[in-house]
């Protein structure tokens, strides 16, 4: 499923506003620690990029660790957020493409972002968005909107489905298959979907400080139609 995701979401600056917002940051950022890393796909591109710094992809699962370890000159670890023991050592800290709503349980959200600002130096930054709740983009995750995936020589389908909705946190299974609808691979996952108040209160609980907040990739501002909650918060 982890070269599924790769074929479905190339890293590519050029072609998405969304990478080329934290490409600009990794580039100008001594050293990196990306959380919630894949299978690596925005490191190494800073790498082939011409990146000399730091690189550290933190992932707690393995088989997409498993492909971001085809480059050895970036630091792989096997973890989650709340288990960094990092202190002071990152200019820059990511969770790109909303890996951010990962942490469903307030405990787990608190004890993230406790361990991210203390891996960042003094004035380091951590940079992430996550879907806003107002959008309701699950509402699109349903099997009229499946996609067909060419990976390894063959074509399969792949579809969502959403089992419940409740207190922000969505529960939906991804469903790999056939062209035929036998299905191969199911997986499921829960999300969080915070608004704007809640998610500083987090931050703010966590010592952070808003440094700035916008709608979307190309630094516009929130408004009741942002689908996204694009943050800088600053250690
Ligand atoms: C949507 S993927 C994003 C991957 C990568 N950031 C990208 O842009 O392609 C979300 C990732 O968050 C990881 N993840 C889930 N729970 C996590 C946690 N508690 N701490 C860190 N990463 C987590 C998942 O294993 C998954 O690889």
Avoid at 7 to 14: E, H, I, S
Avoid at 112 to 137: C, K, N, Y
Avoid at 168 to 189: A, I, K, P, S
């Amino acid at each position: 499923m982890a070269e599924l995701y790769d074929v479905q979401n190339p890293w590519d600056p050029a072609r998405y506003r969304s990478d080329a917002f934290y490409t600009d940051l990794v580039m100008a950022a001594g050293t990196v620690l990306d959380v919630g890393c894949g299978t690596g796909s925005m490191l190494h591109h800073a790498r082939s990029a011409g990146h000399a710094g730091r690189l550290v992809g933190v992932d707690p699962d393995v088989p997409s660790l498993r492909r971001a370890r085809a480059r050895a000159d970036i630091e792989w670890v096997e973890g989650t957020a709340a288990d960094l023991a990092w202190k002071g050592e990152f200019d820059l800290a990511t969770m790109a493409s909303n890996a951010f709503q990962c942490f469903v349980s307030d405990d787990d959200l608190r004890a993230s972002l406790t361990a991210i600002h203390a891996a960042l130096r003094d004035g380091g930054v951590f940079a992430f968005e996550t879907r806003h709740p107002q959008a309701h983009a699950w509402e699109d995750w349903n099997p009229s909107n499946a996609s067909d995936v060419v990976s390894g020589g063959r074509t399969l389908r792949v579809w969502h489905e959403v089992e419940s909705v409740m207190d922000g946190v969505v529960t939906f299974t991804e469903t790999t298959g056939e062209q035929d609808g036998t299905v191969l691979h199911v997986g499921r996952t829960s999300l969080r979907f915070l608004d704007v108040p809640e998610l500083n209160t987090f931050l703010e609980e966590a010592g952070f400080t808003i440094q700035a907040q916008y709608g979307d990739f190309q630094h516009g501002p929130l408004t009741p139609a942002s689908r996204s909650i694009v943050t800088l918060a600053r250690r």
